[in-house]
């Protein structure tokens, strides 16, 4: 599980101290949350790519540092690319990708 960071301590804290209360949304804000979310989810076109072997392992170990399946991680981070929302952060494992890169340059 992930660190929390500020702004989530602070909502648990109020949580665990009893401030927060339930609230039902309205029937419109409700339909309007559905709608977005079946649009979000709607998946009615395949696409089928051809990666590498050392790419797809790397996604697949990202995916699993997330705790998410492969698939869902590649069309999360398209989404977010065609969107402009794209943020690059570093994993805590090494790239096989970069580690071939290495050894052809020292070589």
């Known amino acids: 599980m ?6 989530e301590k602070d909502v648990l804290a109020a949580y665990e101290r009893g401030e927060l209360k339930t609230t039902s949304p309205s029937k419109a804000k409700l339909a309007k ?3 977005a979310a079946t649009a979000t989810f709607l998946k009615e076109k395949r696409v089928n790519i051809r990666l590498t072997t050392p790419d797809l392992m790397d996604i697949q170990a990202r995916a699993l540092e997330e705790g998410l399946p492969y698939q869902t991680l590649i069309a999360s981070v398209l989404h977010k690319f065609v969107s402009g929302r794209l943020v690059e952060s570093s994993s805590s494992l090494t790239s096989r990708s970069s580690e071939t890169r290495q050894k052809r340059r020292a070589a």
């Open 2 to 7: 992930k660190k929390l960071d500020a702004f």
């Open 33 to 35: 949350f559905k709608a």
